[in-house]
């Protein structure tokens, strides 16, 4: 499962799903995580705001997602 959306593969990670890596799309970045039959209600939850999790989680999330970018190396 591919997504574009910062905010979205924040909560998927803070939600101990399998972020595979990321790459570059002209100025913003794909984050791709495994599938895996827990995305889709996550999906659901984070789209109807009803998905929750501790502030700081999805916080140290963004942190992580953002130094992957910051530190993206090309293969």
Not at 16 to 42: Q, T
């Amino acid at each position: 499962m591919n997504t574009k959306d910062m905010n979205y593969a924040a909560f998927l990670l803070a939600n101990n799903r399998k972020l595979e890596g990321c790459y570059p799309d002209g100025r913003r970045f794909w984050f791709v995580f495994a599938d895996d039959e827990g995305i889709n209600p996550l999906a659901e939850k984070y789209y109807m705001n009803t998905g929750l999790i501790k502030p700081q989680d999805f916080v140290n999330s963004q942190k992580i997602l953002k130094n992957l970018i910051r530190n993206f190396q090309p293969v």
